[in-house]
């Protein structure tokens, strides 16, 4: 079952209020997913997608950003980390009228790996000095 989520929504907007402003406005829904996701044997534990023209003209939303099963697991730091990395892959331009979901840079973003490390999946609790600076 999806479910919207108020927890992402508020996540992801602090995120993009400090780290992400050409996404203030851009209009994304946040959903949580009860059931796991997989790609052979690789485990989803997130994923962003474009709407499609025709829901987003009868919702006014421009993009989806669906946590799986598997994040529920996760430290509040790695889903900080992945909400983050979700939302990188929102390009939207309203100047221009673009609305795309970018592809990976790497096998992830490069600003994800740079800040966090390639086994950013594996970060343990959010520290004060961090949580100070959000």
Known sequence: MYKT??????????????????????PIVY?????????GN??????AEKATDKWSALTGVNFVITFYKDAEGLTQKARHILMEHELMHIGWDPDE?????????????????????MDWHKAQQVSMFEEGKR
Do not use: W
């Open 5 to 26: 989520s108020t927890e992402l929504s508020d996540m992801a907007q602090e995120i993009i209020e400090t780290a992400m402003p050409r996404l203030i406005g851009c």
């Open 42 to 47: 690789m485990i989803i534990y997130a994923d």
């Open 31 to 39: 959903m949580t997913s009860d059931k796991p996701k997989k790609s």
């Open 97 to 117: 009228g673009t609305k795309k979901i970018v592809p990976h840079d790497v096998q992830d973003f490069a600003a994800i790996l740079n800040k966090y490390g």
